[in-house]
């Protein structure tokens, strides 16, 4: 059974304070990788899909990047706008993790 | 922006009620799914369908039943509402050959049985 593992389940960060969220998975044969932002009380909003090891990439402060068992988010000099929940899920089933909830203080 | 709605937005309704909630999207999309989500948890599939008549059960057991006979609809019914019903439900849809593949979510609904 697919599995997706979201670590840490929360993380404080003070803005500039640069860092990495992951999400580790077991799959049968990645169809692909997702990585979405979910604020309070709305839907998840697409940020990236990664189909293949090695495969990155960016959009504004934040960089997603693809192993064989794994994906980082990487995010530089977070601003406090960057407080939400991070979802990252897999393949076409889009089985999700349960998020990292991200909080930057200014 | 996302053309996917939700409605109603919030609900607040008895046990034993019946209930549908309401997805449509304008954006021609042929694949679309319901998730439920409970605060600070996973989302988890409950249902989806790839196109006109075609309906599925997702991975998380369900009480709920689902129809698409418009390609830009997709109501879910709940035929006896219960407190254990509580939770967030979220519709989504994608196109088959995005380049992303992604999904656009709705606003979702916030369902309460009391």
């Known amino acids: 059974e697919d599995q997706v593992t979201q670590s840490p389940e929360a993380l404080r960060l003070q803005e500039g304070e640069s860092s990495s969220l992951n999400c580790s998975y077991t799959?049968?044969?990645?169809?692909?990788l997702f990585w979405y932002r979910q604020d309070p009380g709305k839907g998840p909003e697409f940020l990236f899909t990664?189909?293949?090891a090695g495969e990155e990439k960016e959009k504004e402060r934040l960089k997603a990047t693809l192993t064989k068992k794994e994906s980082f988010l990487h995010i530089t000099a977070p601003k406090p706008e960057d407080s939400a929940t991070y979802l990252c899920?897999?393949?076409?089933?889009?089985?999700f993790g349960a998020g990292t909830r991200l909080t930057v203080k200014p | 922006e996302a053309d996917i709605y939700q409605t109603p937005r919030y609900l607040v309704i008895g046990t034993g009620k019946k209930i549908t909630l309401e997805c449509s999207q304008t954006m021609g999309h042929d694949k679309m799914y319901w998730y439920q989500q409970d605060p600070g948890m996973e989302l988890h599939l409950i249902h989806y369908?790839?196109?006109?008549?075609?309906?599925e059960k997702g991975d998380l057991s369900s009480e709920s039943t689902v129809s698409r006979i418009r390609t830009e609809h997709f109501p879910l019914t709940l035929e006896s509402a219960r407190p254990s019903h509580t939770s967030q439900y979220l519709c989504?849809?994608?196109?088959?050959?995005?380049?992303?593949?992604?999904?656009?979510f709705g606003p979702g609904t916030r369902l309460t049985v009391l």
């Open positions: 990664l189909y293949s």
């Open positions: 369908s790839y196109g006109v008549n075609s309906t």
């Open positions: 899920a897999v393949s076409d089933d889009m089985r």
């Open positions: 989504a849809s994608s196109a088959p050959r995005a380049l992303n593949n992604e999904q656009f």
């Open positions: 799959v049968s044969g990645l169809r692909g």
